[in-house]
């Protein structure tokens, strides 16, 4: 087996930019969570606790995908979802 040199990486200033930048974001969606969390709770009905809640929870599904996609752009993964037509499923079948 060759042996190869180690990859040396670079810490660019752009990188350490972004890399601020993204923390902030997460910083502030975390401090809007906190601040809606803390205001339904101070709200004292229960109906409307609860739709907060739904709503959440139809919200954490989306940011998932969300999450997925912003993950495959890094990594530079492009999905191509196969069409479902015959063709496709069996082949060219001639007789």
């Known amino acids: 087996m060759l042996r190869r040199k ?3 990486l670079e ?3 752009d990188d350490t930019e972004e890399f ?3 923390k902030k974001e997460l910083e502030a ?3 809007q969570r906190e601040e809606a969390e803390s205001s339904a709770a101070v709200g004292g009905a229960s109906a409307i606790s609860v739709d907060i809640v739904s709503i959440g929870g139809g919200a954490s599904s ?3 995908t969300s999450r997925a996609d912003l993950i495959n ?3 530079g993964y492009k ?3 196969k069409p479902a037509t015959l063709p496709t499923l ?3 079948l001639q007789f």
């Open 6 to 8: 180690p990859t040396r």
């Open 11 to 13: 810490l660019k200033m």
């Open 20 to 22: 601020e930048s993204v």
């Open 29 to 31: 969606r975390k401090r």
């Open 62 to 64: 989306s940011s998932a």
């Open 73 to 75: 752009e890094r990594i």
């Open 79 to 81: 999905p191509h979802p």
């Open 90 to 92: 069996f082949g060219n």
